[in-house]
């Protein structure tokens, strides 16, 4: 059994690159974290058969409350979404970090610093795709779930 997840942030009105992205990686779902949804629901529009899971960022006009953080869970692993900026990211992972484990996550996925970031906190992943807007390069992350291990990765869109 195997799963890939494609995860972006940030797209800001860009919605050629996450396009781009998924005709080249051919995911089993689409998150999307927020900055700006409406990208997210067009690129919906374009690929109607996949799954596509997204929280609202600060520059969705939310700033607080429901939409702004999400639990989804895939093949038994839980994963923490939020755009960032609620938990204040720019300023430390402590409190996106501490929220994943209040949610039992596996993984947390954020974005708002535009800076792409896929490392460890104990047995947590914690995942930034970075901005898939550019202007110079972009980027987005993968979450592949194989054999009951889950693993994640950063890619930079402009080498693909």
């Given at each position: 059994?195997?799963?890939?997840?494609?995860?972006?942030?940030?797209?800001?009105?860009?919605?050629?690159h996450m396009e781009q992205a998924v005709l080249a990686e051919a995911p089993d779902r689409i998150v999307h974290l927020g900055d700006m949804v409406?990208?997210?629901?067009?690129?919906?529009?374009?690929?109607?058969d996949l799954p596509l899971d997204y929280v609202y960022g600060n520059c969705d006009g939310c700033y607080s409350g429901p939409g702004t953080e999400q639990v989804?869970?895939?093949?038994n692993f839980r994963i923490l979404m939020m755009h960032g900026h609620t938990r204040g990211v720019k300023g430390g992972l402590e409190r996106a970090v501490l929220a994943a484990q209040e949610a039992e996550a596996h993984a947390v996925l954020f974005g708002h610093t535009h800076r792409p970031l896929c490392d460890r906190a104990g047995a947590l992943w914690v995942l930034n795709p970075g901005s898939c807007r550019g202007p110079l390069f972009w980027t987005y992350g993968i979450l592949t779930?194989?054999?009951g291990q889950l693993r994640c990765r950063t890619v930079r869109g402009d080498a693909v």
């Open positions: 059994l195997h799963m890939k997840l494609l995860v972006f942030s940030d797209s800001h009105g860009d919605v050629s409406r990208d997210a629901q067009r690129l919906a529009k374009r690929f109607p989804l869970t895939v093949e779930i194989q054999e």
